[in-house]
C-alpha cells in the first residue's frame, strides 16, 4: 500500500528575467521580493494544505533559505499553523536543516510542541540542507553530515530522557541541563525521515529503522539508493526492511486528460529549470562526493545523470515527473 503526501515548494514565481541575475539562490536582493504577493501566496498555500486534510492526504513541507524557489525559511512556523487547523492529516516537515542549526535542543522542542498540538500527527524529517546554503548558515560544507547525525543523537536522546536534566558533549554540539517541556504526544517519539543522496549515506537511516527519502534522484539512482538501505537494514536488524521506511518525492500533474497533464507538467519543470545556480554555491568543496561533484560540474543535477533542461518525456522516462490522467499517474 501507498501512501501519498501533498507537498508544494511554495516557491515565490514573480522573477524579473534570469538573464538579469547571476542565481536564484543565495543572493537574489530581496528587492525583488513584493510582500503583498508574499502574503496572498502564503494565504493560498495554506489553503492548499487544508484542502488537503479535507480530501484525507497527508501533508508534507520543507524549509529553505535565501531562495525564491522555496519560500518558508522557517518550517516550524507553518507546521505549527497547520498542527490546529488540520484534523486529520499526518504532517511531515522534512526537513529540519539541523546540520546547520546551532540549538538541536530547540528543534526538539519546536517538534515536540508541534506533536502536542497536532495529538500526535507529526512525522519529523531531518535533512543535511542543500550545498547552497552552506555558506548562509556559515558551516563546513564537508562537515554537513557529522553535523546531521550529532544533532540527531542530542534530539533523539532530548525526546526519550524523562527522569531530569542530561548535559550533552558533542564534537559540534554541547548542551547543558536538557529537559525538555513539553515532550513529544508519540512515544517514545514521532517517526523520523531523513533523506538519503547514496547508497552509503542510507546506511545509518536504515541502521536507525528512520524513513529513507529521496528526492528527485531518477529510477538507476532510486534503485542503488534503496538497495543500500535494505542490505544495511538487514545487516542490522536481521530482518528485511519494511516497504514504509523508503519513500521518493517526484513532481506531479494530473489532468482530465493526456494533453492538459502534459501541458501542465511543461509548466511544473519550472522547478528544475529555473533553478540558476552558479557552481560555487552548487557545488562547495566538500559537500559532494568527488564522483557526484564531476557530474554536477558537467550539468547534471545531483548525479542523476539528467540536465535540468531536459524535456518532460525523459523526465517522465527518467521517473522524475509523473503526469497524465489519474488513473495513468496511479500505474
Not at 530547540?106 to 497536532?118: F, N, Y
Amino acid at each position: 500500500m501507498m501512501k501519498t503526501w501533498f507537498f508544494t515548494e511554495d516557491a515565490y514565481p514573480y522573477l524579473p528575467d534570469a538573464e538579469t541575475y547571476e542565481s536564484i539562490r543565495v543572493n537574489l536582493p530581496n528587492q525583488h521580493y513584493d510582500p503583498g504577493k508574499g502574503a496572498d501566496l502564503y494565504h493560498m498555500y495554506l489553503d492548499l494544505w487544508c484542502a488537503a486534510d479535507e480530501i484525507g492526504l497527508d501533508i508534507m513541507i520543507n524549509e529553505h533559505h535565501q531562495t525564491a524557489t522555496c519560500v518558508i525559511p522557517a518550517a516550524p512556523i507553518m507546521l505549527g499553523i497547520l498542527a490546529r487547523q488540520t484534523q486529520r492529516a499526518r504532517l511531515l516537515i522534512l526537513g529540519n536543516p539541523i546540520a546547520n542549526r546551532s540549538q538541536p535542543v530547540r528543534v526538539a522542542e519546536e517538534m515536540a510542541m508541534i506533536d502536542i498540538l497536532s495529538r500526535g500527527r507529526l512525522e519529523c524529517g531531518f535533512v543535511r540542507s542543500v550545498p547552497y546554503e552552506a555558506a548562509p548558515a556559515n558551516v563546513l560544507p564537508f562537515r554537513g553530515a557529522e553535523r546531521l547525525w550529532e544533532a540527531h543523537d542530542l534530539i533523539m536522546k532530548a525526546w526519550t530522557t524523562h527522569d531530569g536534566p542530561f548535559n550533552f558533549e558533542g564534537r559540534w554540539f554541547h548542551a547543558r541541563q536538557v529537559n525538555i517541556w513539553p515532550r513529544p504526544y508519540q512515544q517514545p517519539h514521532p517517526p523520523v525521515w531523513i533523506t538519503m543522496g547514496s547508497a552509503g549515506s542510507a546506511v545509518k537511516v536504515a541502521e536507525h529503522k528512520h524513513v529513507g527519502a529521496v528526492f528527485l534522484a531518477g529510477y538507476p539512482r532510486i534503485r542503488d539508493i534503496y538497495d543500500g538501505y535494505r542490505t544495511a537494514y538487514l545487516r542490522a536488524h536481521g530482518e528485511a526492511a519494511p516497504l514504509d521506511r523508503l519513500a521518493y518525492l517526484g513532481l506531479m500533474f494530473v489532468g482530465d486528460n493526456g494533453e492538459k497533464a502534459r501541458e501542465g507538467a511543461e509548466k511544473v519543470l519550472w522547478y528544475m529549470t529555473s533553478n540558476k545556480v552558479p557552481p560555487h554555491w552548487s557545488n562547495p568543496p566538500g559537500y559532494h562526493p568527488p564522483e557526484v561533484a564531476a557530474q554536477i560540474n558537467k550539468g547534471a543535477r545531483g548525479g542523476a545523470g539528467l540536465p535540468l533542461t531536459a524535456a518532460l518525456p525523459e523526465q517522465i522516462a527518467r521517473g522524475n515527473v509523473f503526469a497524465g490522467t489519474p488513473d495513468e499517474v496511479f500505474e
